[in-house]
């Protein structure tokens, strides 16, 4: 592969500037009342828009009114599922290019997941989002010197339309981004196809750890828990300026990580998600993710205790509080309108809106009660065995009793007890439940380095966008993989 043709960083840098200014300047309640009507305005002669009166909607409160709140499940039986693999105009313009496949980590389903050319657009456009502020915050960097490298899975997309049928192709969404790199910026980018094309993620690991310019890269993305993978095999990165992560949570990677990244290198947390790039860090680790505001996407968040009534409270830009737990709520330019997205965040600030993410509305235990949100389970976690590499809890059963099962891959021995003290002083369910005796101790079993690996690897689901389920609630999913993962103790 050719190295760059000349360092864009003073170009990209100039760009980087007036965007970051442009953005300084934003108002996010204008900003999202815009995205809506452009959205509405788009969509109107869908079969959706149609049916939902898009218009004759000239305002947030009426588009609230008139489209009820939606999870992937429902979307796709009323609307996706009966004209797939080929949408036109169902509920976005045209016919929709592209499906990314989500590995249904909590369900274990394959979620199809439409992706327009706007999509496509907007989510590149949050990419340079991202990259302007790393450039306000390190005016000298010069990352458009040498090679972005994007690890994710294999970049090979599904022809699934019938023959004579527009193109319609599904994938891992990294196959989508790859296919979707401009011409002008693949001199920049690696892997080269041949490498990016592989599906066997150990094949994967050790052809990039061999044919890797190393001194080339610049700009490292993916998830924490393949990069740490990836960084265990590659050579020294010394001119690595940029790592871009997102996916799962950085806590329990951190401090691993760390090593194998140079001097002066900043790490830099987004939240994509197969249905939109919803925000990226601004400003310092730890201080909340920016929500991008003007990229094709009308978010609402509505209070996690909310969910389930017939007519949920559903907040916006405009009435958003700081430390309220939220579930995600999108509307799209792929054609996603009142959209659960099943994640759950808290605002840190309104101005500009900014937020943590807190985990997923299915990322809860409460078999028995205890309400355990995502956040909660992950920090009790982290506090007691900050050395946890992996992990995974559900419940189990014995009558109407029962407790939550733990499996860690840890380079210590966790315990219990103090993860029970800790999940009592988090979160008051708990512990009422435990004192009242429904609750029993946790059991924690301490799993060896690399289990969760050779069972995700069993599953055909390691690396790429697949991740290690942190929590299944579901009993007899959870009893499956528990077997499964102790097997060879």
């Known amino acids: ?135 306000a915050n390190h005016p000298r960097s010069h990352i458009f010197a ?84 990836l960084l265990e095999q590659l050579p020294p990165l010394p001119k690595l300026e940029l790592l871009v992560h997102g996916g799962v949570a950085w806590g329990p990677y951190r401090e691993r990580i760390a090593p194998f990244l140079p001097p002066g290198c900043e790490t830099r947390e987004v939240y994509p998600a197969s249905e939109g790039f919803i925000a990226a860090a601004d400003a310092g680790e730890g201080e909340g993710l920016r929500l991008n505001l003007d990229r094709g996407i009308f978010f609402e968040f509505v209070p996690v205790e909310e969910l389930g009534r017939e007519r949920p409270v559903r907040h916006w830009a405009e009435t958003i509080e700081t430390g309220q737990d939220y579930a995600v709520v999108l509307t799209t330019c792929a054609g996603l309108f009142g959209y659960v997205l099943g994640d759950t965040v808290r605002f840190v600030s309104r101005t500009p809106p900014r937020l943590l993410v807190t985990g997923r509305t299915s990322y809860q235990l409460s078999a028995f009660g205890e309400h355990l949100h995502g956040a909660e389970i992950e920090a009790a976690l982290l506090a007691v065995a900050p050395a946890v590499r992996e992990y995974t809890v559900g419940p189990v059963f014995a009558g109407a009793r029962g407790h939550h099962h733990w499996l860690v891959e840890s380079e210590a021995a966790v315990d219990a007890a103090a993860l029970d003290a800790k999940l009592s002083a988090l979160n008051a369910d708990y512990s009422a439940h435990r004192q009242g005796g429904q609750l029993l101790a946790p059991v924690v079993t301490r799993l060896p380095p690399g289990r969760f690996n050779a069972w995700m690897r069993a599953q055909g689901k390691l690396g790429g966008q697949h991740k290690v389920p942190r929590v299944i609630a579901d009993p007899a999913r959870f009893a499956a993989a528990a077997a499964s993962l102790t097997a060879r103790d």
């Open 1 to 135: 592969m050719k190295p760059p043709p000349f360092d864009a960083t003073p170009f990209m840098r100039a760009l980087a500037t007036a965007r970051v200014a442009q953005l300084r300047r934003l108002d996010p309640v204008a900003a999202q009342r815009r995205v809506l009507a452009r959205l509405l305005k788009r969509a109107a002669g869908t079969r959706f828009g149609e049916a939902h009166g898009f218009a004759g909607i000239g305002d947030v409160a009426a588009y609230q009114a008139a489209v009820p709140l939606r999870d992937y499940e429902a979307f796709w039986r009323e609307w996706w599922q009966p004209a797939y693999p080929v949408l036109r105009d169902v509920s976005w313009p045209g016919v929709v290019p592209y499906f990314a496949l989500s590995s249904g980590t909590t369900s274990g389903r394959t979620k199809y997941i439409p992706v327009t050319a706007a999509m496509v657009r907007a989510n590149r456009r949050a990419g340079f989002d991202t990259l302007a502020w790393h450039f």
């Open 146 to 229: 040498g090679l972005a490298f994007m690890l994710g899975g294999s970049t090979a997309l599904e022809q699934v339309a019938p023959k004579g049928m527009p193109s319609v192709r599904q994938g891992d969404l990294s196959g989508i981004a790859a296919a979707e790199i401009p011409r002008s910026l693949r001199r920049w980018s690696w892997p080269p196809a041949e490498l990016a094309l592989e599906a066997d993620w150990d094949r994967k690991l050790a052809a990039l750890a061999r044919q890797t310019p190393a001194s080339r890269v610049h700009v490292l993305t993916g998830t924490p828990s393949w990069l740490l993978m």
